[in-house]
Every structure is written in C-alpha cells, then in structure tokens.
C-alpha cells in the first residue's frame, strides 16, 4: 500500500474522478476551451459528447445553440486565468445548466494543480503520476485499465 498523498494515490483519485465523468458523460456534455482538450478527453477515454468553446462561434451565439440544444452540461475549463475568465462567464450565460456537476472541474483542478493548469495536459501527467497509460471507461474485452493503479 502506498502512503497518502503519493503520485500512485493521485493517479488513482484521478482516475476515479475521470471514471464518474466518463459516466455522467455518455447523457450530458463536456464543454471545453479548445480542439486539443477535446483530443485529450478522447485519450484518456471520454466518448460522449465534448465541445470545444473556440469552435467558429462567437461566444453569445455558442451559449445560446448550447442553450437551445441540451439541458444540462458540464463546463470543464483550465484552472489558469484565462480559464477562470472563461468558466465565469459561460457559467454565468448558461446558468442553471452546470452547478450541479461543478465539482468535478473543482477536484480535477485540486489534484492536478501543482502539476499542470489546463485540460491538455492530463493525459501526460496520469501517465507519469502512475508509471504508463491510464484510461477511463468500459474496458475492451481482455483489457482493463491500463497502467499498475
């Protein structure tokens, strides 16, 4: 057994956390900054659907079709400023639609935080807090999670 607060202990925490997402992620989106945190949700697993914010739309107009075309959705910014400026103010439009699942952003970023500030980079920092490849999901037939958690 590993001692509290070891890098195997935090892989594992984040793999839990990534697991529930994975789950609440088949009915509800993830919405993120940009292209590159949508391929590394994808990496570690997430196969619901994950929208990225920079995608063509000006901004009231994105708030408004994600308004418009889901009830529910999880805001999953990067914890460094620009992400916080950014959270604020797609929480603020899309109000009602977030709170309950604000959490996971909250413990993703408290485990994470003194390693990395943005969503691009957990799949490099799971892979190096736990020694190889940590995914999320329905394990593949003769696969589980990958990586000794």
């Known amino acids: 057994m590993q001692p509290p607060g070891t890098d195997i202990e935090r892989a594992e925490r984040l793999r839990e956390v990534f697991q529930g997402l994975y789950e609440i ?7 993120v900054e940009g292209r590159r945190d949508v391929l590394a949700l994808r990496k570690i697993g997430l196969v619901g659907d994950i929208i990225a914010l920079h995608g ?8 408004e079709d994600i308004a418009e075309r889901f009830h529910r959705v999880i805001l999953l910014m990067d914890w460094d400023e620009k992400g916080d400026t950014i959270h604020r103010n797609v929480a603020e439009h899309l109000k009602g639609m977030w709170e309950e699942f604000s959490a996971f952003r909250e413990v993703i970023r408290l485990l994470c935080q003194k390693d990395i500030k943005d969503i691009e980079g957990i799949p490099v920092l799971l892979e190096r807090l736990a020694g190889a490849d940590v995914t999320v999901g329905e394990p593949e037939e003769g696969e589980g999670f990958k990586g000794d958690i």
């Open 25 to 31: 992620n088949k009915r509800i989106p993830i919405i």
């Open 56 to 63: 063509g739309k000006r901004f009231y107009e994105f708030c």
